[in-house]
């Protein structure tokens, strides 16, 4: 996984980095750098943050890693406005080369990482967990659902390999619930895979329809209100694990998870978050 990272930070650098920087070559002295922080939020990957670095520092052939790096060892750190969230000290060509980059990745993933913390948080002393999708930025889905897991939530599955969903477009084109569900399993015994089976049902006699049906793992309850969500619960009777989907928002997660629901998947932990605002600023002779 960490090779991908790699490969993300060297086509993330070849697109930014000019071949003949007209400055850069002149800046030969340490500087100090300060993360400024311009709101509340909760920072995450602080380690891609050295990778970056240090990748800069190797590819200017400066054959040095970070001098001094001044922050936190925590996966993730809550800071409020006006706050440094860390001093990184080293070259400064290499600072400069890396600003870009550093702020781009952290903005985006520290934006995630509170939204999980947040969402996570309004769910405490429940059994629900919140969950992300599959709707991530192409090409950095991996970045993503680490921050995800950074702010404490909890990454469902990262592609159609890992876990079968069976969506109501699947039912349709199967010709129904029974149907769907027979052509999975006749799949997963063809190819002698086991993987876990989820099914999409909209309406509470679908659920009833999957009941009967039987040899799922997960019923995903989609676009359920809370009432409907803790019917549909008491109707499955733990017999297999449940998942709330659909308008789930910070106003209205609690009550969700207060339904007795396994999971709640929210899409707009990735497809939908706010980039957050910080700032990288040098500060010679430090």
């Known amino acids: 996984m960490w090779g991908f990272f790699n490969e ?10 000019p071949k003949h920087p007209p400055l850069y070559k002149y800046l030969k002295k340490e500087h100090a750098r300060n993360m400024m922080i311009k709101g509340e939020i909760y920072i995450g990957c602080l380690s891609y943050y050295r990778d970056i670095e240090d990748e800069a520092r190797a590819d200017r052939n400066e054959g040095k890693k970070i001098a ?3 922050f936190s060892e925590q996966t993730i750190i ?7 969230a860390f001093t990184v000290k080293g070259p400064a060509r290499s600072l400069l080369m890396a600003e870009r980059l550093i702020l781009n990745c ?12 947040e969402l996570t948080a309004l769910c405490k002393g429940t059994r629900a967990k919140v969950i992300d999708t599959r709707k991530t930025t192409p090409g950095i889905r991996l970045l993503e659902k680490w921050a995800v897991v950074i702010g404490g939530a909890t990454n469902y599955r990262w592609g159609l ?3 079968i969903l069976i969506k109501d477009n699947h039912v349709e084109c199967a010709g129904g619930v029974k149907k769907a569900l027979d052509a999975t399993h006749a799949y997963l015994k063809k190819n002698h895979k086991k993987l876990d089976i989820v099914i999409e049902a909209d309406s509470m006699a ?7 049906v039987g040899g799922v793992n997960r019923i995903l309850l989609d676009n359920f209100s809370p009432k409907e969500i803790t019917k549909a619960v008491k109707l499955i ?5 449940t998942e709330a989907s659909g308008g789930i928002t910070k106003k209205n997660i609690r009550e969700y998870a207060e339904t007795g629901v396994d999971y709640i998947s929210v899409g707009a932990l990735t497809h939908s978050v706010k980039s957050l605002d910080m700032s990288l600023k040098i500060f010679p002779n430090v």
């Not at 993300?8 to 980095?17: D, E, H, L, W």
């Not at 995630?112 to 913390?117: E, G, S």
């Open 237 to 241: 009777n733990g017999k297999y694990k």
């Open 8 to 17: 993300i930070i060297n086509i993330a650098k070849q697109m930014a980095t």
């Open 106 to 117: 952290m903005q985006r993933m520290s934006g995630i990482a509170t939204q999980a913390y």
């Open 206 to 212: 679908q659920v009833k329809e999957v009941l009967a």
């Open 161 to 163: 390999y890992d876990m």
């Open 68 to 70: 001094e790096t001044k």
């Open 78 to 84: 809550h800071n409020a406005k006006g706050d440094i």
